[in-house]
């Protein structure tokens, strides 16, 4: 099982990024994938979840109505549009995949985690 998040750099306050997250290795339509965040010194936050079988999804209070997860289960991508980009956003992304099917961002729920990549949102 692999997972290989891409995407992170540096963007002005206001800006957007599309991160992606590139699975394999498993039946990705069994399980959920989701979006995590980790900025320093804080703890790891979940963000948004989708399940990749019916495409149902979930997003924290933190970031619903700027980020938007999606999938495209033939190519196995799972990706984040981040919009409206603020320097609270600054922090390394995650995607990981969920045991199983769920919208839950719950962390100890997840058991794969890509390697992150980083969002610096600066002016």
């Known amino acids: 099982v692999q997972l290989q998040a891409s995407g992170g750099g540096l963007v002005h306050p206001g800006g957007s990024l599309r991160l992606s997250c590139e699975a394999s290795?498993?039946?990705?339509?069994?399980?959920?994938v989701g979006w995590f965040r980790q900025a320093p010194g804080k703890e790891r936050e979940g963000l948004s979840c989708?399940?990749?079988?019916?495409?149902?999804?979930y997003y924290s209070d933190s970031v619903k109505g700027r980020f938007t997860i999606s999938r495209d289960k033939d190519k196995k991508m799972v990706y984040l549009d981040l919009n409206g980009l603020k320097p609270e956003d600054t922090a390394v992304y995650y995607c990981?995949?969920?045991?199983?099917?769920?919208?839950?961002?719950?962390?100890?729920?997840?058991?794969?985690w890509g390697q992150g990549t980083l969002v610096t949102v600066s002016s």
């Open positions: 990981a995949r969920r045991w199983m099917t769920g919208l839950s961002t719950t962390v100890w729920e997840y058991d794969y």
């Open positions: 290795g498993f039946t990705l339509i069994y399980h959920a």
């Open positions: 989708i399940n990749i079988g019916d495409g149902s999804t």
